[in-house]
Nanobody, 122 residues
Framework: VHLVESGGGLVQPGGSLRLSCATS????????MRWYRQAPGKERELVAT????????NYADSVKGRFTISRDNAKNTVYLQMNSLKPEDTAVYYCNAPGVRSGTIYYGRMYWGQGTQVTVSS
């Protein structure tokens, strides 16, 4: 199983980045997908969630209206479009596959990517 994030980097405040997470080795189209982030000295934070068909999404209040999660099940890839970036968005961003959701239960193994650094600074 592989989850490989890309697209991170250094951007000025107000700028945009698009993160990608290319996956292989599991049934991507049946899995809920998530993006987390972790800033230095802070706990890992759930940023965005997308259901398996892409029909439903959820966001942390801190990124609502600025970030958009999407997925392409034909490419086994999930994306995070980040606009109007702020210095407080600086963190390592991780792609997460928590499992196949049925109600409130997740089935299958959980997978994580290795993370990609996003730095927002002038």
């Amino acid at each position: 199983v592989h989850l490989v994030e890309s697209g991170g980097g250094l951007v000025q405040p107000g700028g945009s980045l698009r993160l990608s997470c290319a996956t292989s080795g599991f049934s991507f189209s049946t899995y809920v997908m998530r993006w987390y982030r972790q800033a230095p000295g802070k706990e890992r934070e759930l940023v965005a969630t997308i259901e398996s068909a892409g029909s439903s999404t959820n966001y942390a209040d801190s990124v609502k209206g600025r970030f958009t999660i999407s997925r392409d099940n034909a490419k086994n890839t999930v994306y995070l479009q980040m606009n109007s970036l702020k210095p407080e968005d600086t963190a390592v961003y991780y792609c997460n596959a928590p499992g196949v959701r049925s109600g409130t239960i997740y089935y299958g193994r959980m997978y994580w990517g290795q993370g990609t650094q996003v730095t927002v600074s002038s």
